[in-house]
């Protein structure tokens, strides 16, 4: 069985030393920016039947939230909007935790695919037009315990 969470539990997230970063956690992501550090609460889809479901038929999701699709190895994948409502953000990732593209503002209820274009182990989908506001962009780094050989490691 998966492993789906959801930011309910990020009180748990315990904070180091001041001046020190929080903990990787399951619960949360974060995305290096040029304006800094974004990070958001994360429900996880690891297994088939929760990446199938993803978040089809969801009519609301905070503006710091997503869902997390994580791979066992990076390949290339697609997406698509069949039954979601909501506007997305489709972030592919690496295995080094690179956001290597980004399907921005994904039209509701479309069953066009969207490919990667690059080798995915995660992705990361966001409400539409938060990647572009938070500045996320190609090559940024990601950081959470699921990337497989992450360029930035969690403490």
């Known amino acids: ?32 920016t040029g304006a800094g550090v974004s990070t958001y609460s994360i429900e996880i889809a690891d297994d088939a039947a929760e990446r199938a479901q ?10 710091d939230h997503g869902m997390y699709f994580v791979y066992p190895t990076g390949r290339p994948v697609a997406f698509w909007m069949k039954n979601t409502p909501l506007p997305l953000d489709i972030i592919y990732i690496n295995e080094r935790g690179i956001v290597c593209s980004i399907a921005a503002d994904t039209t509701p209820y ?33 950081r959470h315990p699921a990337v ?7 403490e």
Do not use: H, Y
Request: proline fraction near 5%.
């Open 54 to 63: 993803g978040l089809m038929f969801r009519e609301t999701m905070p503006r």
């Open 148 to 154: 497989a050989r992450p360029a930035w490691k969690c």
């Open 110 to 142: 479309s069953e066009e695919a969207l490919p990667s274009g690059c080798a995915a182990q995660t992705v990361l989908e966001l409400n539409g037009g938060e990647a572009k506001a938070a500045g996320i962009r190609v090559g940024a780094p990601v």
């Open 1 to 32: 069985m998966g492993k789906r969470r959801n930011g309910a539990t990020l009180g748990l997230t315990a904070l180091l030393v001041a001046g020190q970063a929080i903990a990787c956690t399951d619960e949360q992501i974060d995305i290096r």
